[in-house]
């Protein structure tokens, strides 16, 4: 090869490296603000799990088994078929993909998944229960949910649970006097049996309930979120290592994740390594016309108030001072009037349908309604259009499903007991 | 200039500063805050009934708690507990007294991340 043809290849080489490098899909740049914003996702900032001061068995492994066997246990129901785990279905995020909830009839709200729920100081949509076993109980008694009754639940525990009960618990009362079926439930028989019952026998029965809740609750504090993709490209970013993080994330997901932080507004409310504030917002989501009226966390508010089963109630282990979400609560005003909890978004994009009613089957409907910005129903929705374009739309549900990952947990809690 | 967590009141009448107990502010955060009242020619005022009112003006809602002074700790310090902001941006706590007779508030504004 002569020395000018030497050039010529040489030439042509630099030539094709510059095409290449004009073309070539440029690494995404982070402003500072970006980058906190980033790193404020990241599971590996997801702090210790907070302590449960109502609840002295949270972190107890025999409560905690217990509980596992109760989340499974069918016994617990009206009909013998339902479960907790019959909603919250371990192999689908602790939910069961339905619109409405389906125990021993249909329920008026969405089953929620349960991973990282021991980080919220409210449970329900509409946070009407203010700890993980004060939620537990709910559905117990909820006409179509187990459709039970707590005296019901007390005596199934003394019979085939009172060792492991009285392990945790210490002894169980003597409840041989008392009726099959009493509880403050809708069923006018059933409910007139429980105000037959003495206050120290309610009373007793109450405990009994609350220590089931408990011992649930010891169970799922077990189930915590897992890193997903995006976690490994913030991790990437953090640590400075362009090469992971284009091995994390494609450029549409990248972008969604930019859209996710900044224009669209996400991360007002799904904030935090769990993407929730845990907070209440009325997004203008509609009313599903079958159902009952429905004003979400005004109405919420009123009953985790009024719950016997809450931080400062009787059955709690906490003192009043240790009860400052509940002391401080916003309980009153229009602001509250459809309000929901935003969800973890995490394992979102295996989660259809979405909003508290399963109101849209898809993530587009998800992101029309957001970018439309609708009236609410009632109350005023917080949102403001966004315009967003298609491409847009589709990048931030490319991030959406960069979000899942497997729960994090033992595998002998993902599963029935043995 | 002012330090960004002390300010007159919007007549004069008070000085009005806080610290917070979580420092530097995070979101979705209970805490606490200590509030000092004193006049404008800095003598501190131990009688103070303080209250408290927030929120976003940018999102049009208020705080998503009712933060309350539960204590007087002397010396023109008060307890302010149940304080949390759910979201970061642009938010303001505003602060109303009323002691000897008069009253005069003032509005902070805080940046949060």
Avoid at chain 1, 316 to 330: G, I, K, P, V, Y
Wanted: aromatic share 8%; proline share 8%; with cysteine.
């Amino acid at each position: 090869m002569t020395r000018g043809r030497w050039i010529v290849l040489a030439l042509l080489v630099v030539a094709a490296g510059l095409a290449v490098a004009a073309f070539w899909p440029r690494a995404p740049q982070w402003t500072a603000e970006e980058r906190a914003a980033i790193a404020g996702l990241w599971i590996g900032n997801l702090p210790p799990l907070p302590a449960d001061p109502s609840n002295r068995v949270a972190d107890d492994p025999a409560a905690a088994a217990l509980g596992h066997r109760l989340f499974f246990d069918t016994r617990f129901s009206a009909n013998g078929e339902v479960a907790c785990a019959t909603c919250h279905l371990p192999e689908k995020d602790f939910q069961d993909g339905l619109a409405l909830g389906e125990g021993v009839g249909v329920a008026n709200r969405r089953t929620m998944p349960l991973a990282g729920t021991a980080y919220s100081p409210w449970l329900f949509w509409d946070g009407r229960a203010d700890s993980q076993w004060a939620q537990a109980l709910g559905p117990l008694e909820n006409p179509v949910e187990h459709g039970g009754n707590r005296t019901y639940f007390a005596h199934l525990i003394s019979e085939l649970y009172r060792e492991e009960y009285e392990a945790v618990f210490g002894p169980l009362p003597d409840l041989s006097h008392l009726p099959r079926l009493a509880g403050p439930v809708d069923d006018p028989a059933v409910q007139a049996a429980w105000e037959a019952m003495t206050p120290a026998d309610q009373e007793a029965v109450n405990r009994v309930f609350a220590n089931m809740g408990k011992a649930i609750a010891a169970y799922e504090r077990h189930l915590n979120p897992g890193p997903a993709r995006f976690d490994a490209y913030a991790q990437a970013l953090i640590g400075g290592d362009a090469r992971a993080m284009r091995e994390a994330l494609t450029l549409d997901e990248v972008a969604g994740l930019r859209l996710f932080i900044g224009e669209a507004n996400c991360i007002q409310c799904h904030n935090g390594p769990l993407l929730t504030n845990n907070d209440f917002h009325n997004t203008g989501v509609p009313a599903v016309a079958d159902l009952p009226e429905d004003t979400g966390r005004a109405a919420g508010a009123q009953l985790v108030l009024a719950d016997p089963f809450n931080c400062v109630g009787p059955y709690s282990d906490a003192d009043a001072s240790q009860c400052a979400e509940l002391r401080f609560m916003l309980a009153e005003g229009e602001q509250l009037v459809r309000q929901y909890k935003p969800p973890s978004l995490r394992n979102v994009g295996d989660r259809d349908p979405f909003m508290h009613a399963g109101q849209f089957i898809t993530l587009g409907e998800v992101l029309i309604h957001y970018n439309v910005a609708p009236a609410a129903p009632a109350g005023e929705s917080e949102l403001e259009p966004l315009g967003l374009s298609q491409e847009e739309m589709m990048q931030i549900i490319a991030f959406l499903r960069a979000l899942s990952g497997p729960i994090h947990a033992e595998t002998k809690w993902l599963q029935a007991p043995e | 200039v002012e330090a960004p967590n002390s300010r007159l009141t919007d007549n004069g009448l008070y000085r009005i500063s806080f610290t917070s107990a979580l420092d530097p502010i995070a979101i979705n955060e209970l805490h606490s805050w200590t509030l000092h009242v004193e006049t404008a020619d800095g003598q501190p005022v131990d009688d103070a009934l303080i209250t408290v009112d927030g929120g976003m003006p940018g999102h049009g809602h208020g705080l998503p708690t009712q933060p309350q002074v539960t204590q007087n700790l002397g010396n023109g310090n008060y307890l302010l507990e149940g304080v949390r902001f759910q979201m970061p941006g642009a938010w303001v706590m505003r602060f109303d007294v009323a002691a000897d007779g008069q009253s005069d508030g003032v509005t902070f504004e805080l940046a949060l991340q």
